[in-house]
């Protein structure tokens, strides 16, 4: 991907400056569908991580790499979501890799042990 620069005109001093302006940006890339990126993370939480995960609704980043933002929520079969944000998996949107998946992994236990442990004392 190439990057772009984009130059907004000013207007000359004194004339009405308005506090906002308008901008499109048009970026030409063919990437895996929000619904791919979320099965590829719930695979991933289930063959890699646990079995009590679930990949919440990917959002598209617009970086480099272009990826999905995928959060990541902790489940109960009996009470259903017991946290909504346990973190954030980023899945390369053109590859459809998950990024840094090693790392994630350490982050998913450690906030799970952490809210764990908030329920326990909540419900205590």
Known sequence: MTPTVVFAPVPPNGTHQADYTQLVVHVDARVIS??????????????????????????????????????????????????????????DAVAGEILEPEKKISEIMLNVNAAALAFRTSVA
């Open 34 to 91: 929000a619904t791919r990126a979320r099965r590829s993370v719930n695979g991933w939480l289930c063959m890699d991580v646990g079995d009590r995960l679930l990949a919440g609704e990917p959002e598209l980043i617009i970086s480099n790499p272009i990826c999905w933002r995928v959060p990541i929520h902790w489940t109960s079969p009996t009470k259903g979501i017991l946290a909504h944000h346990i973190c954030d998996v980023l899945v």
